[in-house]
């Protein structure tokens, strides 16, 4: 992945996401922006508002139950 992605959220469940290569940040609504490198990861809590920005081309394993809408609620 690379780019921005818009301000979402997810009501029910948290996010996770593992960097396998590149740079990824996580901006997130109220607080600090979270930056990892490969073989880091981070848990966006349920309801925290949060975008993805991936300033270079990333590999990134996210993690959400099925059925989940990637856009959130």
Do not use: C
């Amino acid at each position: 992945m690379q780019g921005e992605f818009h301000w979402y959220k997810h009501d029910e469940q948290d996010e996770f996401f593992f960097v396998l290569d590149g740079l990824f940040r996580i901006e997130l609504n109220g607080a600090d922006t979270v930056e990892l490198g490969p073989r880091q990861a981070f848990t966006v809590p349920a309801k925290m508002l949060h975008r993805p920005v991936v300033p270079v081309r990333s590999a990134v394993l996210m993690i959400e139950k099925a059925g989940v809408v990637a856009t959130g609620d």
